[in-house]
């Protein structure tokens, strides 16, 4: 992972944020650093808020292979933010420390099982091309539901709007309390 930026801007404090996002706030649960920097453009994080929610709470993904896709963005994309933020998710998804430090590493051609490769190989495909090609698109549809293949792709894109937003901003991991 890359050395994070210094922050560039201040996370603003919950009690800063206009009343329009209460219900937005309520609904993370946890209000973390990424929200509060987020929050200096509340229309901005009102409107992430959905597609966030889709993707980290719904979707057509399994768990195991959500965080498998984020964890490797996070990696591809330097983001330590978001590594520090999905081991723990990842975890509890079924992913043991081994295979964490594997979706670090290791290519998507070496991943034991055939379809959580694919799933890798077209993720390092969309960060580095943009796209999946043919193969790997027939690949996918081989083992995966459109649906599924249309939640890989915003994954991907999302997670990797996220990167540029934390390593531009400098958002910083919380201080354990």
């Not at 800063?16 to 973390?32: H, I, N």
């Not at 990696?75 to 992913?95: F, K, N, P, Q, T």
């Not at 379809?115 to 549809?141: H, P």
């Not at 459109?146 to 201080?175: R, S, W």
């Amino acid at each position: 992972m890359s050395q994070p930026v210094p922050a560039r801007l201040t996370p603003l404090d919950e009690a800063s944020w206009p009343p329009a996002l209460e219900a937005t706030r309520t609904g993370f649960g946890t209000v973390l650093n990424v929200h509060r920097m987020m929050a200096h453009h509340p229309e901005l994080l009102a409107a992430w808020t959905p597609l966030r929610q889709h993707i980290a709470a719904g979707g057509t993904l399994t768990p195991r292979h959500r965080e498998l896709i984020i964890l490797r963005v996070a990696a591809l994309s330097g983001v330590a933010y978001e590594w520090h933020h999905h081991v723990a998710r990842a975890s509890l998804a079924g992913i043991g420390p081994a295979e964490i430090e594997a979706v670090r590493i290791e290519k998507a051609t070496d991943w034991p099982d055939d379809q959580e490769a694919v799933l890798l190989a077209a993720t390092d495909e969309l960060f580095q091309r943009l796209a999946v090609g043919d193969d790997g698109w027939s690949a996918l549809t081989r083992l995966f539901s459109v649906p599924q293949i249309l939640d890989l792709i915003v994954t991907v894109g999302m997670y990797t709007t996220l990167a540029m937003f934390i390593n531009t901003t400098g958002v910083q991991i919380e201080a354990e309390t």
